[in-house]
């Protein structure tokens, strides 16, 4: 008996020591940070308003600040990292810039600018570390998209007849730079919110059975497992505790949907698939992390975060969010 009660005591402390959780790295400026991009388990860069960026080479524990020259008042909410060195950033409007360094962030070099009337880029997504998309709100009724195959040096935009139609009211959501992934190495796949909110893929618009119909409404990111599995989030930002259609899952390319049965708890900005069975979804209100495919939900922090990023060469997961907050995923995942 004393050795079943010691053996229960042993496990329990294990599972106690390896629980998930979110360790807040930094915090306490007035920059949101919306940008965050993992390049392994030692290099992170962030990107957020004010024409900040940030970057850690030792895994979260130090960071180099940067307020990018010319571009003090820019909101920069997508980052894409492809070393220590060399990153690309976007800012958002007023007008639309994606900025590249190749020295770490001392200084930046303008690649891309968009002065069009309406102009307002909402999300990057790189296949590899040549090619890579933009994609902004609707300009005539049209998403638009512009595409890079020289590690962000150069843009083009797409001709107007090939960007995706899409409704009055319909646009993207730059809260986290995911509403548009990678499927394959050629083909990706955006998710639309406000008045009406899809899947689109390719030439096909697939509806969502998520909370629309409001502007503050819609899907917000876009998680994908394979090219058939897909968990979006989303909800009303205006009601950060809402837990109402607030996630699908899809694992059929979009053709059918489900609910969880525990939804996460809250509106979700941002999505991240882990591995295995294992997703990450962070919001206004906290961070919910599923071992099931999405089936259930768990609440592991009630820290706000916007954004949360997986190591593209690693296993660590890091969060961004209001006032410089930072945040390192710790726990073992399954």
């Known amino acids: 008996m004393v050795r079943i009660k010691c053996l229960i005591i042993l496990l329990f402390s294990y599972y106690t020591a390896t629980a998930q959780s979110v360790k807040m790295l930094t915090t306490g400026t007035k920059t949101s940070l919306r ?4 390049v392994n388990d030692r290099t992170i860069w962030v990107s957020g308003n004010n024409g900040t960026v940030g970057r850690s080479l030792d895994g979260g524990v130090t960071w180099k600040w940067f307020s990018v020259k010319g571009f003090e008042k820019a ?3 997508d980052i894409e990292a492809f070393d220590e060195v060399s990153a690309v950033i976007m800012g958002i409007s007023d007008p639309a810039y994606i900025l590249r360094t190749t020295d770490g962030g001392n200084t930046w070099k303008v690649v891309y600018e968009n002065k069009t009337k309406g102009m307002f880029l909402d999300a990057m997504e790189f296949w590899n570390l040549q090619s890579g998309i933009v994609i902004g709100d609707p300009i005539n009724n049209r998403m638009y998209i512009a595409r890079t195959f020289d590690g962000g040096n150069t843009w083009k935009e797409i001709p107007v007849k090939n960007m995706p139609q899409v409704d009055s009211g319909e646009a993207c959501f730059a809260s986290s730079g995911t509403n548009i992934r990678k499927l394959s190495n050629s083909e990706a796949c955006f998710i639309t919110g406000g008045l009406r909110s899809r899947l689109y ?12 119909g409001r502007a503050s409404t819609g899907a917000n990111s876009i998680a994908v497992k394979n090219k058939n599995t897909f968990i979006v989030v989303g909800g009303d930002f205006t009601t950060p505790d809402s837990t109402t259609q607030n996630c699908v899952i899809s694992r059929d390319a979009g053709v059918s949907w489900s609910s969880p049965t525990i939804a996460p708890h809250g509106y979700r900005s941002c999505v991240e698939y882990l591995g295995k069975k294992t997703w990450i979804c962070c919001g206004l209100n906290g961070v919910d992390v599923s071992d099931d495919d999405g089936v259930t939900w768990k609440l592991i922090s009630k820290d706000s975060y916007h954004a949360c990023r997986k190591a593209k060469d690693g296993r660590s997961v890091y969060f961004t969010g209001l006032n ?4 390192k995923l710790e726990g073992i995942l399954k």
């Open 35 to 38: 940008g965050l991009s993992v």
């Open 75 to 77: 909101d920069f909410r």
């Open 201 to 212: 893929i390719q030439n096909n618009k697939h509806e969502m059975p998520i909370l629309q």
């Open 324 to 327: 410089g907050s930072i945040g």
